[in-house]
């Protein structure tokens, strides 16, 4: 993309009404607009990330062999009468009419829709074990929205519901979430920790939510330092395999690591002093397991091998799609503005031409441009008639990983620049090794670029445009 044809309508000042800095800075690097309270536009910029995001869980989903389906957002109201979560659910549920006069409900969850689409087509334990989820806009009428994406009204979640005929195999559903969701979360480069929780409305007794550590999160937590020492990895992992998911399950949650609703002092005190931490996190994602709950009231049964009919075992699994780009920037980012990890970067490398018009540094940034693109990457080209300042500082504030600087002054010696934003080191690399450079980097997060490189790594860097 070059700079001069896109959108994005980055702030000079600081927004007044934000309160934290990943909403300050999503303001200001043009990533989002609130429409209105807890309700956000989201532009181009801030559409590429959270759509990156959006591709990892579903391509972690589909490792852990969990089928994607896609339900509305509006929904009658009738279901969650059966299931009597109706009244339960409070001022939290948008409610509306239509004109028939039907009580309709924007969704905040669909334990109900899901359960009622089992049942209607589920009818034998040949059919299971079944998991499916969705990435979906959900709603819920928040006292407070605030921090921007972090707590809105209407957020992004990915929610998965799994059916299983016994409580065995919905434990086992239970420890392959988890275990996905913490490949997920690395994926993008974040950590972040299991913790024992509270069910609230969602209901049952086993649950963990997942907390990115962060000074501005809304939940209190406490934890034993050695947890954070703990890395998934690249670790192959058989998502059927009922030992191995319960091997990591154990590895990651044997350690002291609650939120207030279940801290127990008199357990963490058992810690060493040393290792005990009491901080802050924000909740990116939350795993419930809760039986019969909605299956029974809802009728949701199967034949089991007996012949005998018997209410299927779920649970549910969230992930705050919208709010991890809030929490993402909470995590990466300094003085200058946000700091990408590469797995969710909206461009990969950003090219700033230091003399726009002059014909050598011209052709240059073209043939870089050209050269990530063949590659499989996208570039973001600045070339903007605009002071070097003005450019690093729009750089710096949109957080690309990587920058490549092109000037007359160095390709009279036949170099360009490749600074890393997160150590503001550069380093003088002829543009072939720069792009070389920028795509080893990229490689192990796309398979696609791997591929595009491979035909064009043996041949010299004027055949590659
Ligand atoms: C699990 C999926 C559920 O709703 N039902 C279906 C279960 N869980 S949850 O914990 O309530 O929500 C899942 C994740 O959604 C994010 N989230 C929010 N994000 C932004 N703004 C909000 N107001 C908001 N509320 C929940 C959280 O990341 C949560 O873990």
Not at 2 to 15: A, Q
Not at 390 to 398: P, R, V
Not at 423 to 439: D, F, I, N, Q, Y
Request: hydrophobic share 35%; charged share 30%.
């Amino acid at each position: 993309m070059r700079l001069s044809r896109y959108f994005l309508p980055v702030l000079k000042e600081t927004p007044s009404e934000a309160q934290i800095v990943s909403h300050r800075l999503m303001l200001r690097a043009g990533m989002i607009k609130q429409a209105s309270a807890g309700i956000y536009s989201w532009l181009p910029l801030g559409l590429k990330v959270l759509q990156n995001i959006e591709r990892i869980v579903h391509e972690e989903q589909a490792r852990a062999g969990h089928i994607p389906v896609l339900m509305p957002t509006l929904q009658s109201a009738d279901l969650w009468r059966e299931s009597g979560r109706y009244d339960d659910y409070g001022q939290e549920m948008l409610r509306m009419k239509d004109r028939h006069d039907r009580d309709m409900l924007f969704t905040p969850t669909a334990e109900e829709l899901i359960t009622d689409i089992f049942r209607a087509h589920v009818s034998s334990y040949k059919d299971l074990p079944l998991t499916m989820y969705q990435i979906q806009w959900k709603f819920r009428d928040e006292i407070r929205p605030r921090f921007g994406v972090m707590r809105g009204r209407e957020f992004y979640m990915k929610d998965g519901y799994n059916f299983d005929l016994t409580k065995e195999d919905a434990l086992h559903a239970y420890n392959r979430h988890l275990v996905s969701y913490l490949r997920t979360y690395e994926r993008m480069g974040l950590q972040a920790i299991p913790m024992r929780a509270d069910s609230g409305p969602i209901g049952g007794d086993d649950t963990h939510e997942f907390l990115v550590l962060a000074d501005t999160g809304e939940s209190e937590v406490f934890y034993d330092r050695e947890i954070t020492d703990l890395k998934f990895g690249d670790r192959e992992i058989d998502y059927d395999n009922v030992e191995q998911c319960q091997a990591v399950l154990e590895e990651f949650t044997s350690r002291y690591a609650r939120t207030d609703e279940t801290h127990d002092e008199a357990l963490f005190n058992q810690i060493p002093e040393d290792r005990r931490r009491v901080a802050r996190g924000i909740e990116v994602g939350q795993i419930f397991y809760f039986g019969t709950k909605y299956s029974e009231p809802l009728g949701a049964t199967v034949q089991g091998p007996d012949g005998k009919s018997v209410p299927v075992h779920m649970g549910s699994h969230g992930i705050g799609v919208s709010r991890l780009v809030g929490a993402l920037i909470e995590a990466n980012h300094d003085e200058n503005g946000i700091i990408w990890p590469e797995g969710v970067t909206p461009f990969h490398c950003g090219i700033v031409n230091l003399k726009q018009g002059d014909d050598a540094a011209d052709a240059a940034c073209d043939q870089l441009y050209k050269a990530l693109t063949a590659a499989g990457l996208e570039p973001l080209y600045d070339d903007r008639k605009e002071r070097a300042g003005g450019k690093f500082a729009t750089m710096d504030l949109i957080g690309l990983p990587w920058r490549i600087t092109v000037g007359p002054r160095g390709l009279k010696n036949g170099v360009v620049e490749l600074t890393s934003r997160r150590t503001g080191e550069s380093e003088e690399l002829t543009p072939e090794e720069a792009v070389r450079k920028v795509v080893e980097i990229y490689s192990p997060h796309h398979e696609h670029v791997a591929k595009h490189w491979e035909p064009m790594a043996k041949r010299s860097f004027h055949t590659w445009v």
